[in-house]
Structure formats: C-alpha cells, structure tokens
C-alpha cells in the first residue's frame, strides 16, 4: 500500500495525489490519501481532492479530529501509531524538490510519500488518465458553459499570480515584462486570439492589461478555485505564471497548442513539459 501525504493548495494536492496514482497503478497496489494536515493545525488550505473524480478515495483515518487541542494531539499521534505500528510504513522522503528521483515499491510493503513531488516525469504516462482523474464530480451550468465557450474560442489564459506573492520577502511576482514579451509573441502568431485573464487580483491586471482588444477578466463573486482550474483548463493556449495552479490548468488541457513559461527562481527549465516555451524571467 502507498500512502500519500496530500500538501498545500489545489496545485500542490495535484502533484502529492498523481505521484501516489502513478506508483500504484505501475505496481498494482492501493492508494490511500493522508489528509491529517488539513483536520489539524493547517489553516491557510482546505482539503480539495474530495470534489474531484478520484479513483483512489479512501482517507488514512477516516474519523476526524474534533477542533479541541486535545482532540488534535490524539489525532496526530493516532496517525504516527496507525503509519508505524499497525502498517509499519517505510518514509519515502523527497531529497530535492523539483527533482526526479527513483522509488522502487515492493508489493507487500506499506509505504509513506512524503513530499511536494513537482516533477512531471513522475505521471507523466497517465496524463490522459489524470485527465479524467482530476475532473470535478460536480460542475455548475454557469460554469460548464463558459468552459464550452472557452474551449470552442481562439483562447489565450493568462495567470496572473499576484495577491500573496507580494508579502514574500524579495519578492515572487512576475515583472510585467514577462507578460507583455509573451503577448506579444502570441499576437505575432495569432492575432485574433482573445486573452482569458486569470488572478487573484483582478484589478491589477484590468489597470495593466486592458489595452488589449480582444480580453477578458475571468471573475466571479462564487466562482471557486476548482471552477477557475477547470476554465483555465479549457483554454488553447496559456501564459502560466510561477505557480503550481497555472501548471495544473496548462498541464489537464484537453487542447493545448502553446504554452509559454517562466524560467525564474526555483522554477527552472526541467520543472516544464519538452514542448512547452520556456522563457528567462525576473521577480519583483
């Protein structure tokens, strides 16, 4: 059995989800999602999988924490007891993020993932799979048919990841170079194409970016991340930023012809798919 240590945003429960699917299918053993870090003291995230059309379900522990301090240290070291007494799980560590690293699984041993594991050699051959994996059990009529106009259109997403970014110490969002270099070569290509702006600051980008004559700011007072995924997924091509999120909606499109990405910081060439286009980029 795999057990995978389920981390972070939407993005990042992608990534720990599709490295535990791959490892099982290719061995044939049972997956089971280790959700213990948003019952317990991880606030800034909540536990997504649960929406989407898994194949693999089952929780380690099922019976959640209550939110009492009691509670929640009974919980955690439930989870140390269950992981190394009762299943005897060997840790299986990630020794450098954003690097590909061998795991051999052997059939009647239990095993625990622990890491981001943001390395798409890891799934890579069941992408269609993961396709229909990732695809969320429920989907509003609103929704499904803006994704159906998106998916028929000359469409161009463009993710914008700014809010949070910009409390980092140094900086983590991308300078406007990056984008308006990246618009530009997608205009040279295909003038008519019609750019899908994605953000957590929307407001920003209409102030930087409605110049552009054919644009449209993706926004919704009850538009979930999950529903934002899934349009930015229908997309044709994409200009992703320096985020896992935008990675995810280039990554499951069903039509991709282009997609252009930042090369800055951690985020170095090998993090991106061969045919994706890589481009050299600054953080302010």
């Given at each position: 059995?795999?057990i995978?240590?389920?981390?972070?945003?939407?993005?990042?429960?992608?990534?720990?989800?599709?490295?535990?699917?791959?490892?099982?299918?290719?061995?044939?053993?049972?997956?089971?999602?280790?959700?213990?870090?948003?019952?317990?003291?991880?606030?800034?995230?909540?536990f997504?999988?649960?929406?989407?059309?898994?194949?693999?379900?089952?929780?380690?522990?099922?019976?959640?924490p209550?939110?009492?301090?009691?509670?929640?240290?009974?919980?955690?070291?439930?989870?140390?007891?269950?992981?190394?007494?009762?299943?005897?799980?060997?840790?299986?560590?990630e020794?450098?993020?954003?690097?590909?690293?061998?795991?051999?699984?052997?059939?009647?041993?239990?095993?625990?993932?622990?890491?981001?594991?943001?390395?798409?050699?890891?799934?890579?051959?069941?992408?269609?799979?993961?396709r229909?994996?990732?695809?969320?059990?429920?989907?509003?009529?609103?929704?499904?048919?803006?994704g159906?106009?998106?998916?028929n259109?000359?469409?161009?997403?463009?993710?914008?990841?700014?809010?949070?970014y910009?409390?980092?110490?140094?900086?983590?969002?991308?300078?406007?170079?990056?984008?308006?270099?990246?618009?530009?070569?997608?205009?040279?290509?295909?003038?008519?194409i019609?750019?899908?702006?994605?953000?957590d600051?929307?407001?920003?980008?209409?102030?930087?970016?409605?110049?552009?004559?054919a644009?449209?700011?993706?926004?919704?007072?009850?538009?979930s991340?999950?529903?934002?995924?899934?349009?930015?997924?229908?997309?044709?091509?994409?200009?992703?930023?320096?985020?896992?999120?935008?990675?995810?909606?280039?990554?499951?499109?069903?039509?991709?012809?282009?997609?252009?990405?930042?090369?800055?910081?951690?985020?170095?060439?090998?993090?991106?798919?061969?045919?994706?286009?890589?481009?050299?980029?600054?953080?302010?």
């Amino acid at each position: 059995m795999i057990i995978s240590q389920i981390r972070g945003g939407l993005g990042n429960q992608f990534f720990t989800y599709s490295i535990g699917y791959a490892l099982a299918k290719k061995y044939n053993v049972n997956l089971v999602l280790d959700d213990y870090r948003y019952v317990t003291t991880y606030n800034l995230r909540s536990f997504k999988l649960d929406d989407y059309n898994l194949t693999y379900t089952q929780h380690f522990i099922e019976k959640k924490p209550k939110k009492d301090k009691l509670s929640q240290i009974f919980y955690k070291l439930k989870n140390r007891f269950v992981r190394f007494v009762i299943y005897r799980a060997q840790d299986v560590q990630e020794l450098k993020e954003f690097s590909f690293q061998n795991i051999e699984i052997k059939e009647k041993k239990n095993y625990y993932l622990k890491g981001y594991w943001q390395v798409y050699e890891y799934f890579f051959q069941y992408r269609d799979e993961l396709r229909n994996e990732l695809s969320l059990k429920k989907l509003r009529s609103s929704i499904s048919e803006k994704g159906q106009t998106i998916y028929n259109d000359n469409s161009c997403a463009v993710h914008v990841r700014h809010g949070d970014y910009v409390t980092f110490k140094g900086g983590k969002c991308l300078s406007d170079t990056y984008y308006i270099n990246a618009i530009e070569s997608i205009l040279r290509s295909n003038p008519s194409i019609k750019f899908y702006f994605f953000s957590d600051d929307l407001e920003y980008c209409k102030k930087k970016y409605s110049y552009l004559s054919a644009v449209e700011f993706v926004e919704s007072e009850d538009m979930s991340d999950e529903e934002e995924l899934y349009l930015m997924s229908c997309c044709r091509n994409f200009i992703i930023a320096n985020s896992s999120f935008s990675w995810w909606g280039a990554f499951l499109s069903r039509n991709a012809k282009c997609v252009i990405c930042p090369v800055v910081d951690m985020w170095k060439e090998n993090f991106y798919l061969p045919d994706w286009i890589k481009v050299q980029a600054s953080i302010e």
